[in-house]
């Protein structure tokens, strides 16, 4: 709790949070919805995002920086605190569930497909286990070094790959559907529930507007160009077929005749952001466990956390049943971790207006 | 407690568990699938690398004019996995498809609409790369893989590459395993592919067919380029003799053509050259392999075969097409045609109106070329301006000739006129319930070509 993390940092943590769905499977389940006009739900949904983002920042400006669980013991005591702890648990487990079980089944589909599922999971998991025991400060600076690197990458792909564009896989364009049909688009954004569980490892209110907005429109730029170069490069429907896009778009690039197969560098990015995602959020599910019980330490509660984390995610042995647990999460749980936060600050203040009053 | 720790991991996870050495693989470089008398099964032709011979090069014994960097196995199966599978019990190293870069179907394969499922398998896989090249072979594609002998390069691979990934001939259309995929699987765009095929005996090689036949018909012979009226002997009986610029510039040639009367030559468009198809190209030495020419694609069925002057007209209107060196008829020398290099100046401008019943599509192009060889006598810098005019019309001739071959007799899409339809509808369900593959039989084309003779190399006349 004695370490803060600067307005970088946070920013560093919410980009990864945000865009590391965007390398797997999200381009294809916006495609699915929103056929080839994706792209431009990302970005007129991630103004919406924003909007939200900066309503619920308005309102907590005049909270004094407390978090959901703060709140939660503020309008309803110990008890409520405890139950909306396991509630927000949950609903964090359900939101990471499906990204935690696309890496090792992508990985061992794409790269290690002589090693078996059980080592690549349990390398999964030891990493992402000393990642969440080390705590949110290491994880952040790991992540603020690690962002530009992935930056330039996700540019440098969007670039090299224009020679495979072409305006017309862009259409048709359906007005309904990128708009009002395109809703589940805030699901991309919906990480940012996160930033209100950091709020007491934040340094001031100012880090977190900063560190939110600097997300929400970063995040959303490198989700608008991974869907615009995916939708570019992709028809419809085909488009709407590929488990994983950002792959399938890296197997594409080469530069002349002797940079061929750069798809490793992507593999890279891939693995190091998947670390950082699952780890942060593994530690924000311990920490949440922690305040909602007043206990004193989270670490003891990584490993049964990632245990129950990791029985969840493999709950269906097969992947195509698991992708379907994606399409339920991004479909149901993402309004939630907008309202949530909007509901208990407004509730908060106004109860710290009547109490004013009443004094 | 934590240095230990931190030496197991670093030990556990190297990732070196399941490693294979370089040494302990063999790659697949190029495969043939060939039909099987039994249901289902597919005579596969995998063409194997041989690493050592390649990185030794010829001085050191290996690759001797090829031959030595190549192993070929046939296995019948059902499928290239599983062929590949059956062959790593007979190969002594683990066969790989990471390099494959070419797959060659039959035929007979590509006529019963099998490639289809095929290109579903290949998009499937991690294995096999998405800009890997798809050809047809006329004949079997056994043959053609045996009778492979790169001459220039060691590195088969490399091979494949020059003579599949060509820019500067434009006689074979470029279409790899994620495009044909893609296409596949959307009504916008019909398929093509390269056509290979093992050169034919010098007895048979004279008699030209296919293309001959088909090119005769369409929309140049009724005299106009407005596109209105639509022949209906397109692919019919009448020689490509009579093609051309007959049709299209009105222009005709004062005196008789050194070789007419051959069926395959195109009196104006690419003027004395032959309309080759794979394996009939008439080459002397001992490279028998050839590569030219296009298959036609409807409904994932292979329907009719297109000799270069066709592929090359088809990049030309796909924007695919970069430059190469097409000879021209010229009125004021019609015994000695102009050859020039031609480049694309920029990706062809289409529209296409669909507000009718009939598609209109109109097509720009926009050509660019230099003077190669022409009469010693002749001053053509003084009559560029008509040679330019002639050169337009007699390529819009063609394209709309060809383009209305595509309509009429192919049934078929190749260009891709049905993506610039899409922006008309609301959904791609509303797109497909159009039913482009319909309409597209009925469109009228407009092809307006804007040519540019630029630069006329290191000589400028001003009088003869």
């Not at chain 2, 088969?156 to 893609?182: A, H, L, M, R």
């Not at chain 2, 407009?446 to 290191?458: A, I």
Request: charged fraction near 20%.
């Amino acid at each position: 709790m004695n370490s803060k993390l600067n307005s970088r940092e946070m920013t560093s943590v919410l980009i990864n949070l945000i865009s590391v769905k965007m390398l797997f499977t999200y381009p294809r389940y916006l495609v699915e919805r929103m056929e080839n006009g994706a792209w431009i739900s990302v970005a007129l949904w991630g103004a919406v995002a924003l909007g939200i983002f900066w309503l619920t920042q308005y309102v907590y400006l005049k909270t004094e920086r407390t978090n959901i669980l703060m709140q939660a013991e503020m309008l309803g005591g110990r008890l409520f605190k405890a139950v909306v702890g396991i509630v927000v648990i949950v609903l964090l487990m359900f939101n990471i569930a499906p990204m935690v079980r696309t890496f090792p089944e992508a990985i061992k589909t794409v790269l290690l497909q002589n090693t078996s599922m059980l080592t690549i999971i349990t390398i999964l998991a030891i990493g992402v286990a000393i990642g969440a025991r080390f705590g949110i400060e290491p994880l952040a600076r790991v992540a603020s070094i690690f962002l530009p690197i992935a930056c330039a990458f996700v540019i440098f792909f969007f670039i090299t790959l224009i020679p495979h564009y072409k305006t017309t896989n862009l259409f048709p364009i359906s007005a309904f559907k990128v708009t009002a049909g395109g809703v589940s688009a805030l699901s991309v954004f919906g990480d940012i529930f996160v930033l209100n569980l950091l709020l007491p490892y934040a340094k001031d209110m100012k880090t977190v507007k900063k560190a939110g907005m600097a997300s929400i429109v970063i995040g959303g730029l490198a989700g608008f160009l991974i869907v615009l170069a995916y939708c570019l490069t992709y028809l419809y429907p085909v488009s709407a077929k590929f488990i994983v896009p950002m792959y399938q778009l890296a197997r594409n690039l080469r530069i002349g005749t002797y940079f061929q197969r750069l798809e490793s560098i992507f593999e890279f990015v891939w693995s190091i952001s998947i670390f950082i995602y699952t780890s942060v959020y593994v530690f924000v599910m311990c920490d949440v466990f922690r305040q909602s019980f007043n206990l004193k330490h989270y670490k003891p509660l990584v490993f049964p956390i990632l245990m129950i984390l990791l029985r969840l995610t493999f709950w269906e042995s097969g992947y195509i049943e698991a992708q379907q647990s994606n399409f339920v999460n991004s479909a149901v749980f993402y309004p939630i971790f907008y309202i949530l936060p909007l509901l208990f600050g407004l509730f908060t203040l106004i109860k710290m207006r009547r109490r004013g009053r009443e004094r | 407690m934590k240095k230990v720790i931190i030496i197991i991991l670093l030990v556990l996870l190297s990732g070196c568990t399941h490693a294979i050495e370089p040494n302990d693989l063999a790659y697949i470089v190029a495969v043939g699938m060939d039909k099987n008398d039994a249901a289902g099964a597919y005579d596969i032709t995998l063409q194997i690398a041989n690493p050592q011979a390649i990185s030794g090069g010829s001085d050191e014994g290996g690759g001797e004019g090829g031959k030595k960097t190549i192993t070929n196995l046939t296995v019948t199966s059902t499928d290239i996995f599983s062929a590949v599978n059956i062959a790593n019990h007979i190969y002594s190293k683990d066969l790989s498809l990471a390099h494959t870069k070419l797959i060659l179907f039959c035929d007979e394969i590509a006529k019963d609409g099998s490639i289809k499922n095929l290109s579903e398998t290949f998009a499937r896989s991690e294995e096999i790369r998405p800009n890997a090249f798809l050809s047809v072979v006329k004949g079997s594609a056994k043959e053609y893989l045996t009778s492979i002998e790169p001459t220039n390069e060691l590195n088969p691979v490399k091979y494949y590459e020059v003579i599949y990934d060509v820019d500067y001939t434009g006689y074979i259309p470029k279409n790899q395993i994620k495009s044909f995929y893609v296409y596949e699987q959307s009504p916008e765009r019909e398929n093509v592919l390269p056509l290979s095929a093992v050169k034919k005996d010098e007895n048979t090689s004279s008699d030209n067919n296919g293309v001959a036949s088909s090119s005769g018909g369409g929309k140049s012979e009724s005299g106009g380029s407005d596109g209105g009226e639509q022949s209906s002997s397109s692919g019919g009986g009448q020689g490509s003799g009579q093609g051309g610029s007959e049709g299209g510039s009105g222009q005709e040639s004062s005196k008789p053509l050194p070789n007419a009367g051959t069926q395959n030559e195109y009196d104006g468009f690419e003027y004395m050259h032959k309309d080759y198809l794979a394996g009939e190209i008439a080459l002397g030495g001992d490279i028998k392999t050839q590569t030219c020419g296009m298959a036609v694609f409807r409904d994932g069925k292979m329907i009719d075969e297109c000799g270069a002057v066709e592929a090359l007209l088809y990049n030309m209107l796909t924007g695919d097409y970069e430059m190469s060196e097409i000879s021209y008829k010229n009125i004021k020398t019609p015994n000695d045609p102009v050859t020039v290099m031609q480049y694309r100046r920029k990706k062809p401008k289409v529209s296409v109106n669909i507000d009718d019943d009939i598609p209109k599509i109109k097509v720009k192009l926009y050509l660019e070329a230099d003077l190669r060889t022409l009469n010693e006598g002749y001053v053509i810098e003084m009559d560029i301006d008509d040679f330019e005019e002639q050169v337009s019309a007699e390529v819009k001739a063609a394209a709309e000739k060809f383009l209305y071959k595509t309509a009429i007799e192919y049934r078929s899409d190749i260009v891709g006129f049905g993506s610039f339809i899409k922006s008309h509808f609301k959904t791609f369900d509303d797109f497909a319930q159009y039913g482009w593959e319909e309409k597209y039989p009925k469109s009228e084309f407009d092809v307006d070509v804007e040519f540019e003779v630029r630069r006329s190399g290191l000589i400028n006349k001003k009088h003869g």
